[in-house]
């Protein structure tokens, strides 16, 4: 009979840690955002962050990818960018009289696609495959991203002349959407005397490989989630399904991300087996952008429908 792979949790554990620590001394967040993109690089996901202008949203990309040593590439959304732009094109060779490839941003290891909104639905939609399967097809050839791999798209909640909002399955694909928020007082006092000698970003050494994230990604998908877990994963997915505010709930893409964020979660914990408290942890990161609310109901209701989900379906 196999055995269960053995989880060193520890070493992931100790992981997060550094790669929170580090990340907060270069941008002032809350402890819950920080872990929470922590937690969507460890459990091979995706970010959406939208907030204000000028609260970090950049920083905190840039922070990450110095902390893991990672390539880091960085695409200015606008309405006239193309999807070639984004994944690359073949280029004629005369010397060699053949076509060669050169790719584009999206071969980086973390990729910020900055105001992703403001791309038409053509690049937006070439971003799909990138996300889903991780690699990139160009003249029927198939070119395989780096790992590891995380985009982390921006989006600005003012300002939407001439957008293109991202549709729900496009929305799908991330796993947490997620606001920075403003800093406290103090902690915004501080930032400016931190930065008053220049980008704390660029001060920045990394505290991990790539091959460290790789291990631990690893860990995650070996950390156990009860039979028990699985069905409390899907009675919430339900339950927001079965609320009249909505008329799309959560999709069966949405358990499987927010099963395998909880999973990572727990090993951010030290924890070799998830929770339900992890799930709760997450639910409305994970699940909120995914739902499509009825006519009638507000936008800002989506949190509501997830907590009340919570509380229908109670704990286990």
């Known amino acids: 009979m196999a055995t269960a792979p053995e989880v060193d949790t520890a070493a992931v554990a100790q992981l997060g840690a550094a790669l929170r620590d580090n990340v907060r001394r270069a941008i002032k967040v809350r402890d819950d955002v920080v872990r929470n993109v922590v937690v969507a690089l460890l459990a091979e996901g995706h970010l959406l962050i939208e907030d204000y202008p000028g609260v970090g949203k950049t920083a905190m990309a840039r922070a990450l990818a110095r902390s893991i040593d990672a390539e880091y590439a960085r695409l200015q959304c606008t309405a006239d960018l193309l999807p070639a ?102 902690d915004e006092a501080s930032m400016l005397a931190d930065h008053a000698g220049g980008d704390r970003v660029l001060e920045l050494e990394s505290v991990a490989e790539l091959t460290d994230i790789l291990a631990a990604q690893t860990a995650v998908g070996a950390v156990h989630g009860s039979e028990a877990l699985r069905g409390y994963v899907v009675a919430l997915c339900a339950a927001t399904r079965d609320d009249p505010r909505t008329d799309l709930g959560a999709s069966p893409r949405a358990g499987l991300m927010l099963f395998r964020a909880a999973r990572a979660l727990a090993a951010l914990d030290g924890r070799d087996h998830a929770l339900p408290d992890d799930v709760q942890a997450l639910a409305r990161p994970v699940l909120a952008h995914r739902l499509l609310m009825a006519p009638g109901a507000a936008e800002e209701e989506r949190d509501a429908v997830v907590d009340d989900a919570l509380e229908r379906v109670g704990a286990l």
């Open 85 to 186: 732009d984004l994944m690359g094109t073949n280029v004629f060779n005369q010397r060699d009289t053949r076509f060669e490839f050169h790719p584009g941003p999206i071969f980086a290891n973390i990729v910020l696609v900055d105001e992703v909104n403001r791309a038409s639905p053509k690049t937006q939609s070439g971003l799909l495959e990138c996300m889903q399967e991780r690699q990139v097809t160009v003249d029927n050839y198939v070119h395989r991203l780096a790992a590891p791999f995380l985009v982390i798209a921006t989006q600005n909640p003012v300002e939407y002349e001439g957008t293109y909002p991202l549709p729900e399955a496009q929305l799908d694909r991330f796993m947490m959407r997620l606001g920075l928020g403003y800093p406290e007082a103090d």
